[in-house]
């Protein structure tokens, strides 16, 4: 798994579902039957068991596939269980060295990547919680054209008590390349509102009180 993997959610889908999915998944895994002490089994028995957890753990990462496809469409995450590692656990045999540590081990793997999801996910839940108030996209024009978000009275515009400005990652990757259009004008325009926003936001994006206005950039 990409170490800046993230969950991205259907449009019918909560944070909150989709935790409880990931956590659901996560607790199965670490259900599966894992390694036992399996001195003076039978090679018959060795083959039974080996098969019984290779059974298992394709169940496992199916039925995976298929609850993760609730709460996403993210090819990349739907396919989270489908690694290298998998299809060299759907050919083990008795004779495969080490095969149920193996096997152990990339459930291991896949634990620590479905609790990276989970964490990360409850994470961007609490920072939205820590911002409440009637959510404003701020586009590229807006940004780039009228005034700096702190110098509107966003309350009266919106017409609501609480206001959370959200600026976009696209729309700040268009304002960073409005730096290079031809327009000398766009390109000036560009290079000062951009120092300018980051500064209405906090570290890594996080939302921010400032003026009675919180901001977030996502």
Not at 149 to 172: K, M, N, T
Request: charged letters at 30%; hydrophobic letters at 40%; proline letters at 5%.
């Amino acid at each position: 798994m990409r170490p800046d993997l993230r969950l991205s959610l259907r449009i019918d889908t909560s944070p909150e579902q989709a935790i409880e999915t990931l956590e659901a998944r996560i607790m199965a895994a670490r259900n599966l039957p894992g390694s036992v002490s399996r001195g003076g089994f039978s090679d018959e028995a060795e083959a039974t068991y080996l098969q019984r957890r290779q059974a298992d753990y394709l169940d496992w990462a199916e039925v995976t596939e298929g609850q993760l496809g609730n709460v996403t469409n993210d090819h990349e995450v739907l396919t989270l269980a489908y690694t290298p590692a998998y299809y060299a656990i759907r050919q083990l045999d008795p004779s495969s060295p080490r095969a149920v540590a193996f096997l152990d081990s990339e459930r291991a793997r896949q634990v620590s990547a479905l609790e990276a999801l989970r964490d990360d996910l409850k994470r961007r839940l609490e920072r939205a919680r820590a911002a409440p108030g009637a959510i404003t996209l701020l586009d590229t024009n807006v940004l780039l054209h009228h005034q700096l978000p702190d110098s509107v009275a966003w309350r009266e515009v919106v017409g609501q008590e609480s206001v959370r400005l959200v600026i976009p990652l696209r729309v700040i990757e268009e304002l960073d390349a409005k730096k290079y259009t031809e327009s000398e004008r766009l390109r000036r325009r560009a290079r000062e509102r951009l120092p300018k926003l980051y500064a209405l936001v906090g570290a890594g994006g996080a939302p921010i009180n400032a003026g009675g206005h919180r901001r977030s950039c996502r």
